[in-house]
């Protein structure tokens, strides 16, 4: 579990080594396949992505989970591939760390806006821009919304993080946090958590690869593991974090202002697009 000072803290766990499900019909073991487990995020003392006791109850009667794992549960939080947590934080530093102009935060902020579908690219601009500032959760049956935006005003350099859950139609997944929330802390703080899970989901790994090449595959993987395989894709993920703080999105602010415009069909009483 890892455990940071600031107001954002990514928790998570990993499954023993001897559940971990191998994929396909070879039934081999995979490095993403080998950060099965689970995850939530601390912001502020919420826990986003935990569920309700009600909603636990009823995994472990069901057997049925989340992500891709079973009801089979010790914890409250969502069963699913570490990873992609990772992978989907990365990209929030590689799309969403531009600072948003102070006419657009309104816009920044809405986590589910009313568009109007416009083809044009300015408006594929402002979808682009919108989008980045999400963090991809779609892959979970449900799940809120989660979205940042960074703003600079003065000396004060900040991540805002809000969330908004959805509702489930068959009405059995609901979260222990707050409906909606939002959260403002230091930019600081949130790369530094962001390079906290980094560190320490690359450290849980490399020592799940090493137990792996002193003991081979656990029972049932009848492929094998292919060891050099998991350390050159383990040398690779370890270059995410870095490429994605040197990106420089480039945004076109005025593209960005005219697409939001166009999408939102608001006129001047709305937003003017004025600095």
């Known amino acids: 579990m890892i455990h940071t000072d600031s107001a954002i803290r990514f928790h998570f766990g990993l499954t023993p080594l001897e559940e971990v499900k191998p994929w396909g019909a070879g039934r081999v073991l995979h490095w993403f396949g080998l950060t099965a487990g689970w995850y939530c995020i601390d912001i502020d003392g919420h826990e986003v992505l935990r569920y309700s006791e009600r909603t636990v109850r009823e995994l472990r009667s069901d057997g049925d989970g989340d992500g891709d794992h079973d009801g089979d ?75 940042l935006w960074r703003t600079v005003v003065g000396d004060e350099d900040t991540v805002t993080i809000a969330w908004e859950h959805r509702a489930d139609p068959e ?60 350390r050159r894709e383990q040398r690779d993920r ?27 069909a608001a006129g001047p009483e709305a937003w003017d697009g004025t600095e």
């Open 171 to 230: 009405g059995v997944i609901e979260f222990a946090s707050p409906q909606a929330g939002r959260v403002t802390v230091p930019t600081s703080e949130f790369l530094g958590a962001v390079a906290e899970l980094d560190r320490s989901l690359l450290a849980a790994m490399d020592e799940r690869i090493s137990e792996l090449e002193k003991s081979g595959p656990p029972p049932g993987v009848r492929g094998g593991v292919d060891v050099e395989q998991l």
């Open 73 to 147: 549960r010790a914890h409250p939080y969502v069963d699913h591939y570490v990873v992609r947590l990772w992978e989907d934080v990365i990209a929030l530093v590689s799309g969403a760390m531009e600072p948003v102009p102070h006419d657009l935060v309104e816009v920044a902020a809405d986590i589910s806006p009313s568009w109007t579908w416009i083809d044009s690219p300015e408006a594929d601009a402002a979808l682009t821009w919108h989008g980045e500032g999400h963090l991809y959760t779609d892959y979970l049956r449900v799940a809120p919304a989660i979205r």
């Open 238 to 264: 370890a270059t995410w974090l870095p490429r994605a703080r040197d990106r420089e999105p480039g945004t076109d602010w005025d593209a960005v202002r005219t697409g939001t415009r166009m999408l939102l």
